[in-house]
């Protein structure tokens, strides 16, 4: 993990993920980077000296910006530190931003979102998430200290979650963690038998070597609240999960696990999610967004 980047709104919620990030990446010696949306006229990186000089309301939008950037820099004065700004849509410009500066991880604040926000609008983190194919730490909580020695992946433990789950360990490995791996069943006609969970479970067991690894099945209505009731029974620091991503439809049906997490856990969550090679792009062109790096 060489390059972390914080999308900020420069909100305390954003500043505590923030100080989770300038934390980490002083403990991998990774750089950080920040990047915020602005609301700016379409096309401004295109316009001419004079024509931005009619639109001084933007240009201050930019200087304060600067200023707030500048803010972070003076914050965290032993870091390398990148700044950008983009306009358009914030997921776009975080993708197109990770992509360019080769990104490794994205750390973000999150307030949570209820009602209908979770399936039809969401907050920019929900996005993130599910559109990003890239590992990102959702921060709800000031952490006083990074101390990830208990943690707890959930997931089926299908054989296309083995490449998550090293990816989380491989996270988690600086913290010398107990590991924790937890399937929940909801008592429905879905839930694999208990012997084949028990089967696939211990076969991940083998992979957490040389940590420590318990294996459990926990039982609960919803499977977002049964990873979220677990965690908080046996203290964990971390709750770890694949992001598998959904068609958009099914999403608003029934629901996805990973975003219900996101929203509701007051444990920090990591989705693993990661791009495959020739996936087949089903999000479309992305929009032609303004970057102008620090």
């Known amino acids: 993990m060489k390059s972390i980047l914080v999308p900020t709104d420069f909100s305390d919620c954003a500043q505590q993920a923030a100080d989770v990030a300038a934390r980490m990446a002083n403990r991998l010696g990774a750089r950080l980077h920040f990047i915020t949306c602005l609301d700016l006229p379409q096309d401004w990186e295109q316009l001419s000296p004079r024509q931005r000089d009619m639109q001084p309301a933007a240009q201050q939008l930019i200087n304060n910006t600067q200023v707030r950037f500048a803010d972070l820099q003076r914050a965290y004065p032993d870091m390398e530190i990148s700044t950008a700004y983009c306009t358009g849509k914030l997921v776009n410009g975080i993708n197109q931003y990770a992509e360019a500066h080769h990104i490794d991880f994205i750390i973000m604040g999150s307030h949570g979102a209820s009602g209908k926000n979770e399936f039809f609008i969401g907050s920019n983190t929900q996005k993130t998430v599910r559109e990003i194919h890239r590992p990102v730490l959702v921060i709800k909580e000031p952490l006083e200290n990074i101390n990830f020695d208990k943690v707890v992946f959930a997931s089926s433990f299908h054989e296309n979650e083995r490449e998550a789950f090293l990816k989380f360990k491989e996270f988690v490995k600086p913290f010398v963690p107990e590991i924790h791996l937890v399937e929940v069943h909801t008592s429905s006609l879905f839930d694999p038998p208990y012997i084949l969970s028990r089967q696939a479970m211990e076969e991940f067991r083998g992979l957490c070597s040389p940590f420590r690894c318990e294996t459990h099945i926990f039982r609960n209505f919803s499977i977002d609240q049964g990873i979220r009731n677990f965690a908080?029974?046996?203290?964990?620091?971390?709750?770890?999960?694949?992001?598998?991503?959904?068609h958009p439809l099914?999403?608003?049906?029934?629901?996805?696990?990973?975003?219900?997490?996101?929203?509701?856990?007051?444990?920090?969550?990591?989705?693993?999610?990661?791009?495959?090679?020739?996936?087949?792009?089903t999000g479309g062109q992305v929009q032609s967004d303004v970057m102008t790096a620090g």
């Open 250 to 281: 099914r999403r608003m049906l029934t629901g996805s696990n990973v975003e219900a997490l996101v929203n509701h856990s007051e444990i920090p969550v990591l989705s693993i999610d990661y791009k495959v090679e020739n996936e087949e792009n």
């Open 232 to 246: 908080e029974k046996i203290g964990a620091k971390l709750i770890g999960i694949s992001n598998h991503h959904r």
